[in-house]
């Protein structure tokens, strides 16, 4: 027995009593009682509830007993309250009136109509219209099944993983809402809302009869599933169908039948590689843009969730790929036929999650309305994509369904001027119910008559200020001022008297009242019938729906990729199945919408059959890391059927695109950067094909130089020995010498122009490798002390200097005469101007130091002197 229960008792008052033997069934849901105009929690529930959302905590009498804890918020509010319980991962259950008060015999009938939880959500206020909200089912142990549904639009999605790995970065591209999980799972790492459930309920057999009863079919093989292969899949898909009923009692008809996605459709991109590049969010969050951020031009809500669900998963059939790319083509080609499209599309809204609502039966009459209005557009846009030609285009356009039926019975029904709440009433439109347009002509000619009593009263009394009024409490009654009272007939019996006036009533006026009365009710009560008569018309039109909102989606995305290639000057990629990455000019989708189009320096970049390995040395900020990331970018935007930021590309379909680009800690996990970067390398190179496109920055450099130096040589071998696609920027100049050794190696480095003391970025690759890191000069324009610049090239020019012998750098520097750093090197010339000259002094005597005075000869003694001046001047 809860503390709750224990709390109540046979003498609680009927409602707490009430309330506890519902709360009995629903042990781990904070449960919101309705209690007229406000949800109520009690007991421990109330002190959660305060706690968690800030409520003040009260106190209800229960009868002899102790009064108990009680919170409450808002009806009108509840989804601001239930969104932030969501974000913490609690589970609501909804408890609502099931009759009218007014008109209840005693105790008002109440139970739970709904379990919200944060993968369950319906409301489009709790949910973000550009992305799924997905509940998750894990089954099995490496392998695992997945069965996945975002229950706001019915997509049912099912899929196995190999192992831990994999599970994480899926769990980490999907960024479930919810996870539900077996009591004697490990938990997936990660930040989840972990649901665990017994252990029984991940059960293949039960699971493959749930599919087939949910479904109505009588073999699940129908699905592309089969009960001895696919056990993990049947297992998860049966744990999520039985949640579902669990917290959706009232029914789910909206739940698509489920899609096997089998591997080697499309191309799994782990947690590394979508962070890295930046795909749907930026590394620093509320700094920068991601590619989604770019590319999304999309018109509809179900458009920009397909287009993050494609950038997340790309294809990896070059068919298919294709195919997109025609579509793609075609709509650039044709701007006036994308206008038309893209116009088209502007007025639908979101069909998908409307379409799940109806068939929850919880749409309003202003939705039902906004889905016809909708619906009203379809047919412009199948007109719209007559003209085009493109395969795909021309599927999407043959058998278009424009539901015009469907449309025709929402406006006929629904009133323009809708309210948002059936109780307002006028939601059904004149001429829909001849019976409706009765009541309410009756309803219109008593309050016409009460009207018109106010006229006949004052003429028959002399009573000029005499008026009619309306309220809640006592209906209609006469209103008259205390200075005529006196006027007032015998026959009107007082109501209510006023500070100023007195209010009446008569027979005439009572039996009217009961007549606009019975009419309000009449009308109310049939409008609330012809209303669901509606609702449930288009409910069991909801498969159509979706189908129409799937294709609408697709027709979106593809002229929204469209329109970003002509606003930004992108270009058709060339798929092959050829070994290769030739790109022209090709330039950073995001980097260059961030400085002036001109400004930014574009890059040729070439992976063939001749190089498979390129490795790129150069300064920090010199762009290597943009240039590998733009590689990554404009393959990946190939891969779903977008042109490329490029003049030209020509691209080998790749299996897996991997990047290791940037250096974290990952202290929650107890890991060093090193130990982060290792672990990340190590996932390259089990997974790497020679269909691989690799693209990795700075290997080995969290530990020291040799080391770093040994296994960033030794990871650049073994992916040349898989062949795979690899670009490695580094700042191992050694690296140089065996890009130039490997077979199908080449060095390539990024161009900086010097002078004097400074250097300028060309941010353009260029063939060969680069001498020097210029890590002093970076640390200048950083601005760091001119002193401790001054002492650090000092150093390097020691450090160059080797060999060292047996006492090694240290003992170098020491025979160098480089001590500590004196606090004096800088005071006779104190401020930053001053610094800057000791370093300058410091340069100029570094130089002489290095001069072979032996072997110069006149005209070079010259021409060093000038030097020294002109550096002097400078």
């Given amino acids: 027995m809860t503390r709750t229960a224990a709390r109540g008792g046979a003498a609680s008052t009927p409602m707490i009593r009430q309330y506890l033997d519902i709360k009995s069934r629903h042990p781990d849901s904070l449960l919101f009682f309705r209690v007229g105009d406000f949800y109520e929690l009690f007991f421990e529930d109330a002190e959660e509830g305060s706690r968690l959302l800030g409520l003040t905590l009260t106190a209800r009498n229960n009868g002899g007993k102790r009064d108990v804890p009680l919170a409450g918020v808002p009806v009108k509010a509840v989804n601001e309250y239930v969104s932030r319980l969501l974000e913490l991962g609690c589970r609501v259950a909804i408890c609502e009136q099931l009759e009218d008060p007014a008109e209840a015999q005693g105790l008002v009938q109440r139970d739970v109509v709904e379990i919200i939880t944060p993968g369950t959500v319906l409301e489009d206020k709790l949910l973000v219209a550009q992305r799924n909200n997905y509940v998750v089912a894990i089954a099995g142990e490496a392998p695992f099944g997945l069965a996945i549904v975002d229950l706001s639009t019915g997509e049912f999605e099912l899929r196995e993983l190999a192992g831990a790995t994999d599970l994480r970065d899926e769990l980490g591209r999907l960024e479930p809402a919810e996870v539900l999980i077996s009591e004697e799972m490990d938990p997936p790492a990660g930040p989840w809302h972990l649901t665990p459930r017994p252990g029984w309920r991940f059960d293949a057999s039960l699971g493959e009869e749930r599919l087939r009863e949910w479904f109505g079919v009588t073999s699940s093989i129908g699905f592309g599933l089969h009960v001895d292969r696919d056990t993990r899949l049947l297992a998860a898909s049966g744990a999520l169908l039985g949640y579902l009923e669990e917290v959706r009692p009232a029914g789910l008809d909206h739940l698509r039948p489920p899609r096997v996605d089998r591997a080697g459709r499309v191309m799994f991109l782990d947690d590394m590689t979508r962070r890295n590049l930046e795909l749907v969010e930026p590394l620093r969050p509320g700094e920068g843009a991601s590619l989604l951020t770019l590319l999304d031009r999309t018109r509809t809500p179900m458009g920009a969730r397909l287009l993050r669900r494609r950038l ?466 970076v640390a200048r324009l950083a601005g760091l002390p001119a002193d401790v610049v001054g002492r650090a090239a000092r150093i390097l020019q020691v450090l160059e200097s080797g060999p060292w012998g047996a006492g090694g750098r240290g003992a170098a520097l020491a025979e160098g005469g480089i001590g500590q750093l004196s606090l004096f090197d800088a005071a006779d010339s104190p401020g930053e101007e001053g610094a800057a000259d000791v370093a300058a002094a410091r340069e100029l005597l570094d130089r002489l130091a290095r001069l072979d005075v032996d072997r110069l000869t006149p005209l070079e003694a010259l021409n060093t002197l000038a030097e020294w001046k002109a550096f002097g001047d400078a």
């Avoid at 090709?586 to 189009?597: F, K, N």
């Fill in 312 to 777: 997340l998963r790309p294809l990896v059939d070059a068919d298919e790929i294709t195919a997109r790319l025609d579509a793609v083509q075609e709509l650039v080609e044709r701007p006036d036929d994308r206008e038309h499209i893209r116009g088209a599309l502007r007025p639908i809204r979101d069909l998908e999650r409307l379409a799940a609502r109806v068939s929850t039966g919880r749409v309003g009459p202003r939705e039902l309305l906004g889905l016809g209005l909708s619906l009203d557009a379809l047919p412009g846009l199948a007109a719209a994509l007559g003209p085009l030609e493109a395969a795909r285009l021309a599927e999407l356009r043959s058998g278009f369904d424009a539901l015009e039926d469907v449309a025709a019975r929402v406006a006929e029904a629904i009133d323009p001027e809708t309210p948002r709440a059936l109780k307002d009433g006028g939601v059904i439109r004149a001429g829909f119910s001849a019976e409706l347009d009765e009541l309410r002509s009756l309803r219109t000619n008593a309050v016409d008559v009460i009207a018109g009593m106010q006229i006949r009263e004052r003429e028959r009394t002399g009573i000029d200020t005499l008026k009619i009024g309306f309220n809640k409490v006592f209906g209609y009654y006469l209103e008259v001022t205390k200075s005529k009272l006196d006027r007032v007939p015998e026959e009107w019996t007082r109501r209510q008297t006023l500070t100023n006036a007195e209010r009446y009533l008569t027979p005439e006026l009572k039996e009217w009242e009961g007549r606009v009365l019975g009419a309000e009710d009449e009308v109310a009560g049939l409008e609330a019938r012809l209303f669901q008569s509606v609702r449930d018309a288009v409910a069991a039109e909801v498969g159509r729906v979706q189908a129409a909102a799937a294709r609408i989606a697709e027709i979106d995305v593809l002229a929204c990729l469209a329109e970003v290639a002509v606003a930004e000057d992108y270009v058709r990629p060339d798929l092959t199945d050829d070994i290769v990455f030739d790109v022209e000019e090709g330039r950073h989708p995001v980097v260059e919408t961030s400085v002036a189009r001109d400004m930014f320096i574009p890059n040729d970049m070439r992976l063939d059959q001749d190089c498979r390995t390129m490795i790129i040395t150069g300064p920090n900020m010199a762009g290597k890391s943009t240039v590998l990331r733009q590689a990554g970018l404009i393959a990946l935007m190939a891969h779903i059927g977008s042109f490329v930021p490029a003049r030209r590309a020509r691209i080998g379909v790749c299996d897996r695109v991997f990047t290791r680009v940037g250096a974290s800690d990952n202290l929650a996990a107890g890991l060093s950067t090193f130990m982060v970067e290792m672990t990340e390398t190590a996932t390259i190179l089990h997974g790497a094909t020679e269909r691989s496109l690799v693209l990795l920055d700075e290997i080995g450099r969290g530990t020291s130089t040799y080391d770093g130096l040994s296994i960033a040589w030794a990871v650049t071998e073994r992916l040349h020995e898989l062949g795979a696609r690899t670009v490695f920027a580094t700042h191992y100049h050694e690296l140089v010498g065996l890009a130039e050794s490997l077979e199908r190696g080449a060095a390539f480095n990024v161009a900086v122009r010097e002078t004097g003391r400074d250097i300028a970025f060309l941010y353009r690759l260029e063939p060969g490798g680069s001498d020097r890191s210029y890590g002093v000069h």
